[in-house]
């Protein structure tokens, strides 16, 4: 992380404290909306602070379990202290490869762009997956979003939709709760 040494761009990455998490809402709500979807993501303060920033206490029990869900760093603008970029990720593993990051959301305002700030905050995340022992930084990117494509293929990102036929969904929580209700475990 650079918060050590000086500041580029009047800017300085560093890991996300609890007392960032409301900067960070406001910057996800900023992306959301840059990436068309304005109501923006339910998600809200005290649940970034809850899974990002849990209290001690009692991790035994694996449903109730206090422990950190995701890491975040954060582009703070030296001379205001304000958020102007961040970065969540968290582990998976692979079982052709071990342990690994993947990168949920990277987002920096429009104002710090084409001056290297994205390509740091994406470095400090591969240096966290190299530093952790991990074999490699997965991410998804909207087919729509030409400038992060750009972007990431220009650092060597590996299209695993295109060159391995892979494809992702999900199963949302109403799903979920169907899923679990239909089947005795």
């Known amino acids: 992380m650079d918060s050590d040494g000086p500041s580029h761009h009047g800017v300085i990455i ?33 649940t970034l602070r809850r899974d990002g920033f849990p209290v001690e206490g009692d991790n ?13 760093n954060v582009v703070e603008e030296t001379a205001t202290g304000k958020l102007v970029g961040y ?63 750009a972007f990431y293929e220009r650092l060597g990102f590996e299209n695993s939709t295109v060159e391995d036929g892979w494809e992702t969904g999900r199963f949302g929580e109403e799903t979920l709760r169907k899923i679990v209700e239909s089947v005795v475990v």
């Open 87 to 149: 970065a969540i990720f968290f582990p998976f593993y692979s079982t052709w490869k071990g342990k690994g990051i993947y990168l949920e959301d990277i987002y920096v305002q429009s104002d710090y762009r084409k001056a290297g700030v994205g390509k740091r905050l994406f470095a400090s995340v591969c240096r966290f997956a190299l530093e952790w022992g991990g074999s490699a930084v997965r991410l998804s990117v909207l087919k729509k979003n030409v400038q992060a494509k």
């Open 60 to 72: 035994s029990d694996r449903q109730t379990s206090t422990a950190q869900v995701f890491q975040a």
């Open 14 to 46: 560093r890991p996300a404290t609890v007392t960032d998490c409301q900067g960070i809402h406001r910057l996800i709500q900023e992306l959301a909306a840059f990436q068309g979807y304005p109501d923006g993501p339910e998600l809200t303060v005290e």
